[in-house]
């Protein structure tokens, strides 16, 4: 069954950095583009930054763009984020899911509280 | 940037049938995805390309996408679909990106 585990989230001040990790089993991690999202309390989905298979091509959403750093290690099946200069708006559950165009297995999310 | 549009709620009653629908400027044109998301709980893809359902969701829920509409039709709700439903496009623009619907609260009466 695939399996998608986020960890490293917490309670940060305002500045701050975060890392974010998502480690993936029972697929073929090396093969698998890969997704975060976000979802600020009681609202809706929004989407964070994508990683192509091999890693080469990336996106990020415009609210995290020049703040963010999304990373794969596929010889420990992980995905990681770098959230650097973190906002108070930055707070949500992070999900990491596999694919890009369509997300078809997500994790739990790990909950990421920016405040002072 | 592409922007999509639920509405904010929909409400039926058990065993009739429920439509969600998803505006986005010549959608049509695009692929899309519908997630449902229970509370407290992570989403799950329960539509994907238009029409096509993953292995493990059940025939009543079907898609279709035409014009500047694309819509989820659940058949025969039963409590168990009360939800959370966004649907979602890949966009290919100026830059790329993933985006989100709203997201439609169905509550079956």
């Known amino acids: 069954e695939v399996q998608l585990v986020e960890s490293g989230g917490g309670l940060v001040q305002p500045g701050e950095s975060l890392r974010l990790s998502c480690t993936a089993s029972?697929?073929?991690?090396?093969?698998?583009?890969m997704t975060w999202v976000r979802q600020a309390p009681g609202k809706g989905l929004e989407w964070v930054s994508y990683?192509?298979?091999?890693?080469?091509?990336?996106y990020y959403g415009d609210s995290v763009k020049g703040r963010f750093t999304i990373s794969r290690d596929s010889a420990k099946n992980s995905l990681s984020l770098q959230m650097n200069s973190l906002r108070v708006e930055d707070t949500a559950i992070y999900y990491c899911?596999?694919?890009?165009?369509?997300?078809?297995?997500w994790g739990q999310g790990t909950l990421v509280t920016v405040s002072s | 940037s592409f922007v999509l549009t639920q509405p904010p709620s929909v409400s039926v009653a058990p065993g009739k049938t429920a439509r969600l629908t998803c505006g986005g400027n010549n959608i049509g044109s695009k692929s899309v995805n519908w997630y449902q998301q229970k509370p407290g709980q992570a989403p799950v893809l329960v539509i994907y390309y238009d029409s096509d359902r993953p292995s493990g969701t059940p025939e009543r829920f079907s898609g279709s996408n035409s014009g500047n509409t694309a819509t989820l039709t659940i058949s025969r709700v039963d409590a168990g679909d009360e939800a959370d439903y966004y649907c979602q496009v890949w966009h290919s623009g100026n830059d790329h990106s993933v985006v989100f619907g709203g997201g439609t609260k169905l509550t079956v009466l």
């Open positions: 990683i192509s298979s091999g890693g080469g091509t990336i």
């Open positions: 029972a697929f073929s991690f090396s093969s698998s583009e």
């Open positions: 899911a596999r694919g890009g165009s369509k997300l078809d297995h």
